[in-house]
């Protein structure tokens, strides 16, 4: 298997830990600022324990990675053998963490190629799973960026989110602050849109959000090959449930992620937090 490119991401891709070791995907932590804590996404915060955070209505921030990290995550890739980097990550629009990674490549021993997917989730672990495949096939620096690039922009992300309130607390919510004068009303239905979050839709209650989530899924999909990623935080029944409807509904469907978001986007999104993924191959 090559290993001349490299490929770099970010903690917020909540790629499976088999598949970043099997393809050999380095994910650069975010910061979770719990109280007095700075803690690693994804390493030192247990869903359980953000969710209930947040439930208590406990202060929770999130921070870039700085550029040293970066820096530390490019030379230990050289050292490896690479002779060039890809490095892929959740949208400029969300986080500086682009720009951090943009200032540390300028540094970095061998050519490192950063990109704004404009993705978050396994929208943006979609693209770096791409990005290995290809190097792994052969691909070229070039290739590999081309790869995810073209992979990022035929890939949908849709949530379901209990209320917009974590939204609205962390700065994140974009245009869908016209949905926050009736929020007590509905239900929403978000997108990520030009790497923003965007209102899609506003159902009355819970159930029949969900229901229209798996509509938009389905409807997303269509016969193509997909792969496609459930997303939840403190929600599993339900992320099992439209899992198991999707594996029914798409015919085209070649491989199903389910799990539960790390604390970087469970502290803008809260408990209740119900995600699709849906990405052509």
Known sequence: MSRHVAIVTDSTAYLPPE?????????VPLTVVLGDQALEDGTELSARELASALQKRRPVTTSRPSPEV???AYR???DAGASGIVSL???????????????????????VRVVDTGMVAMALGFCALEAAETVEEGGSLDEAVAAAEKRAAGTSAYFYVDTLDYLRRGGRIGAAQALLGSALAVKPLLRLESGRIEPLEKVRTASKAIARLEEIVAEAAGS???DVAVHHLAASERAERLAERLC???PGLVDLHVSEVGAVIGAHTGPGLLGAVVSPR
């Open 19 to 27: 598949a970043m070791e099997r393809h050999g995907i380095i994910a």
């Open 70 to 72: 970066f820096a530390a």
């Open 76 to 78: 230990a890739a050289a």
């Open 89 to 111: 990550h959740l949208s400029a629009e969300m986080s500086g963490t682009y720009d951090a990674a943009l200032l540390a490549s300028k540094d970095a021993p061998v050519p």
């Open 224 to 226: 193509a090959r997909v």
């Open 248 to 250: 029914e509904r798409v």
